[in-house]
């Protein structure tokens, strides 16, 4: 399966709908994130999730995401979301040393540093294309 796309996004909000230690990380929790794969500059694929209380209530993929409003957007260039994706790269590693740029209100992210992790090893459960 490719990422990004509608297809990986629908899989990635199964994943994490089944994922009983994302639930629990997450269940104090609201808000939207959005996955872009390059930057503002179009076209920047991205999946735009809805997540609430521990659940992914939706979860869209953006041919162009570079106008997709949310509150947390991370960013990062194909080759790094490929390496997340497939676990050559620790989540928050890639976030702290600017591998992944973060836009949003990092005091509350921070909270949910487990819920993060959760969601980004969910990610990395779905078979996606080399």
């Keep these: 399966m490719k990422f990004p796309s509608q297809a990986w996004a ?5 994943a994490l709908n089944a994922n009983a230690e994302y639930a629990k990380a997450a269940e104090m929790w609201e808000g939207d ?14 999946v735009a999730l809805t997540l ?4 992914c209530q939706a979860a869209t993929y953006h041919e162009d995401a570079s ?14 979301w490929s390496k997340l994706i497939h676990r050559q790269l620790d989540p928050v ?7 992944i740029r973060v836009k949003g209100n990092l005091a509350k992210l921070l909270r949910f540093t487990r819920a993060a992790k959760e ?10 294309d080399p």
């Design 67 to 80: 106008a997709v409003a949310s509150e947390y957007v991370f960013e990062g260039s194909a080759e790094t």
């Design 52 to 55: 609430a209380h521990g659940t």
């Design 119 to 128: 969601l980004v090893e969910t990610a990395g459960s779905i078979p996606v």
């Design 10 to 14: 629908d899989a990635l909000r199964s």
């Design 33 to 46: 994130i959005l996955l872009r794969v390059g930057g503002a500059t179009p076209p920047a694929p991205g």
């Design 93 to 99: 590693g890639a976030i702290m040393s600017g591998t």
